[in-house]
């Protein structure tokens, strides 16, 4: 299969789109062919744009392009790296199909309700006794701070990483960390649009329920138990207004 390329930047003028691709698809062949790592320091610029045969301003600006995506890390006066996956780029897709009606936030949460019930039941499955104490311990924080929702949108944040985490899937844990960017911006109007005091800490205490499930390594359980949590925020939404 074809590796996927990177696309490039919209340059000065067509021989210079071609070199910037050039430039862009050599890096990224280069990682693959050596089969590095991320961390791995990579060829300087100058050393590079001679091995693709641009200018430096052309390889500069691939780089610029590629660390815009994480595929190098790049930093003043030091070699490039080979990037790590970052999930704040595929948050920030997210968030910019979610604000140019691409997507709907119910969409979002659809797919966030089926990924995370998996999770869950990875984390049941596979979760290492530390990890089930972190989330029975976040659980109860969650309930504790009730009384400052900023601070609960935080710890509920982190559960839901602490889960996929547990998984022990890295592209659950990359998908589920990038959904924060919408998170921050839906969870305070799930929150006031839950009708009272009693409804709110009800769904804390779903988190309760979902950390004891996946303490007793009961998946099924520990999916149920997604899946009503995410029930009752989309319809928190909805009441809202956020469709």
């Known amino acids: 299969m074809e590796p996927l390329r990177a696309p490039g930047p919209i340059a000065s003028g067509p021989s210079d ?21 991320p961390g791995t320091t990579l060829p300087g610029e100058a050393a590079l744009a001679l091995q693709f045969g641009v200018s430096r301003g052309i390889m500069r600006e691939a780089l610029s392009a590629l660390a815009a995506l994480g595929v190098v890390d790049v930093g003043a006066g030091r070699r490039p790296r080979v990037g790590a996956v970052d999930p704040t780029v595929l948050g920030l897709v997210l968030d910019h199909a979610v604000h140019t009606d691409q997507i709907s936030i119910q969409q979002v949460y659809d797919v966030r309700r089926t990924i995370e019930m998996r999770t869950a039941a990875l984390a049941a499955r596979l979760r290492s006794p530390g990890e089930a104490a972190a989330l029975q ?10 009384a400052t929702p900023a601070v609960v949108m935080e710890q509920d944040i982190a559960f839901h990483q602490a889960i996929a985490r547990a998984g022990r899937n890295p592209l659950f844990m990359l998908i589920v960390d990038s959904f924060q960017v919408v998170m921050r911006k839906t969870w305070m109007i799930g929150w006031t649009g839950r ?8 769904s804390i205490e779903i988190h309760g329920a979902l950390a004891a499930a996946i303490a007793a390594q009961d998946a099924a359980a520990a999916e ?4 009503d949590h995410f029930d009752l925020t989309t319809s928190a939404l909805l009441r809202a207004g956020i469709h």
């Open 224 to 227: 149920a138990a997604m899946a």
């Open 195 to 202: 009708a009272s005091d009693a409804e709110r800490m009800g």
């Open 137 to 146: 311990a976040l659980a109860e924080a969650m309930r504790g701070a009730f």
């Open 17 to 37: 789109v071609s070199l910037l691709r050039r430039a862009m698809n050599g890096v990224q062949d280069l990682i693959r062919a050596g089969g590095k790592r």
